[in-house]
């Protein structure tokens, strides 16, 4: 089945970290480019980070320096480290790949809070 499985997010302090991930299946993970993009209530949904089937990354500029993304291509995972949460991190997360025979391929998406 071709699909995209987030993690569980959850509540996390400001100033704290979490690390979310998804896992891939269905598809040759290694090909393609894995994004995470978020979208917060009432907004509309933005790119995070981006890694190339080659490991390289790119950020937008309000994660760089706090998000870091990585993925496994051996167990078809992909990776979104978050540290120094801000509560305008709060948003659903969502997994995401664009394969251009097929289209997009979105994730369930994930809930993330961050609160005192």
């Known amino acids: 089945q071709v699909q995209l499985v987030e993690s569980v997010g959850g509540l996390v302090q400001p100033g704290g970290s979490l690390r979310l991930s998804c896992a891939a299946s269905?598809?040759?993970?290694?090909?393609?480019?894995m994004d995470w993009y978020r979208q917060a209530p009432g907004k509309q949904r933005e790119l995070v980070a981006t890694v190339t089937s080659s490991g390289s990354t790119v950020y937008a500029d309000s994660m760089k320096g706090r998000f870091t993304i990585s993925r496994d291509n051996a167990k078809n995972m992909v990776y979104l480290q978050m540290d120094s949460l801000k509560p305008e991190d709060t948003a659903v997360y969502y997994c995401?790949?664009?394969?251009?025979?097929?289209?997009?391929?979105w994730g369930q998406g994930t809930q993330v809070t961050v609160s005192s």
């Open positions: 269905g598809f040759s993970f290694g090909f393609y480019a």
């Open positions: 995401h790949v664009k394969r251009p025979r097929f289209g997009n391929l």
